[in-house]
């Protein structure tokens, strides 16, 4: 988006000087369509937004638009923990574990121990113990 707009200036800029240098009787409004032009860009950037312009530039251009990491492609559904998992995953964080290594480790802690508090929390509290030696 910054290269097309910087082209657009650069080339304005020299379109102007080129007919000012030359000194054409139409150079007055020659000055005038590129203030014109540039105010009317910068309103056309804060309707559209830069994001959708650029896109729009790139599909005008014919580039391939590439997919950002983190798109909406890549976004999973939530899996919704139990509350016995909430609450283990509320202690490793009071414990000073980050969210979501806490998460991490519950969820796999959950996958081989029944669903109650303390062998669940063992399991966790092992898995990372486990994880931070390695």
Do not use: D
């Amino acid at each position: 988006m910054l290269k097309f707009a910087i082209a657009f200036f650069c080339g304005a800029a020299t379109v102007t000087s080129v007919v000012v240098a030359t000194g054409v009787r139409t150079s007055g409004l020659v000055m005038l369509g590129f203030v014109a032009t540039n105010i009317l860009y910068g309103l056309v950037i804060c309707a559209v937004r830069p994001r959708r312009l650029g896109r729009l530039l790139l599909r005008l251009s014919g580039e391939p638009q590439q997919l950002k990491p983190g798109g909406a492609l890549s976004k999973r559904p939530a899996v919704r923990s139990s509350e016995v998992e909430q609450q283990v995953i509320s202690a490793l964080v009071c414990q000073g574990a980050k969210p979501s290594t806490a998460r991490k480790a519950t969820t796999h802690a959950a996958l081989n121990t029944p669903q109650e508090f303390e062998p669940l929390f063992k399991a966790a509290i092992r898995l990372l113990t486990s994880s931070t030696a390695a």
